[in-house]
């Protein structure tokens, strides 16, 4: 972020770079009516978008003979983001296919995860209406100097992987999982001098 003042008009202007930065500030001054639907999703049931529903359709995505719409549509959606995160590595040079995650081996992690994010333990959507779901699925990288590789990748929402950045992926664990709670140590005898006037 960059300061520029005009001496003339005494008129300050304020540049700001940076992919994160600008993501940020987008997110502060939107209007309501700029969040984005996706199109993809018009024909689909409201009750598709019920986590309850997600998570059972996820279970049987893992069976060769299904030809279920629904679970056909689920898959296409997984198989999506997928190619978005292999594209993702390419450009930033990390990409590895010997490596890269398999759509059995994201389903079988989405599974393991219970359709929860490990950080906030939120529930998370394969479906989802909105283009920016803050509690959509993504593959958080565990090193983010390394590729979306099958050891290196764990279940989140959207909200806590852009939240996380570059921190350590435990030390962001530990911080979004800590639970501080106030405990009063009076013995008998203090809370006696305590009553007293």
């Known amino acids: 972020m960059n300061e520029k003042t005009n001496e003339k008009t005494n008129e300050k202007k304020v540049i700001i770079s940076g992919t994160v930065a600008k993501y940020q500030m987008k997110k502060v001054i939107k209007k309501p009516e700029d969040v984005k639907e996706r199109k993809t999703m018009d024909q689909i049931s409201l009750e598709m978008f019920s986590w309850e529903s997600q998570y059972s359709l996820l279970n049987t995505l893992t069976t060769k003979t299904n030809d279920d719409p629904c679970a056909i549509l689920v898959k296409k959606q997984i198989m999506s983001k997928l190619n978005n995160y292999k594209q993702q590595d390419v450009l930033k040079k990390v990409h590895d296919e010997r490596k890269l995650i398999r759509l059995d081996q994201l389903i079988g992690k989405l599974q393991e995860s219970g359709l929860k994010c490990l950080y906030c333990k939120e529930e998370v959507y394969l479906l989802y209406k909105m283009v920016r779901e803050l509690k959509q699925w993504t593959l958080d990288r565990i090193d983010n100097n390394i590729g979306h590789f099958h050891?290196?990748?764990?279940?989140?929402?959207?909200?806590?992987?852009?939240?996380?950045?570059?921190?350590?992926?435990?030390?962001?664990?530990?911080?979004?999982?800590?639970?501080?709670?106030?405990?009063?140590?009076?013995?008998?005898?203090d809370r006696d001098h305590k009553d007293k006037p």
């Open 151 to 189: 050891d290196n990748v764990i279940i989140s929402c959207l909200d806590c992987n852009l939240k996380r950045r570059k921190k350590s992926s435990h030390a962001f664990l530990f911080t979004k999982q800590m639970n501080i709670v106030r405990v009063d140590h009076l013995d008998d005898e």
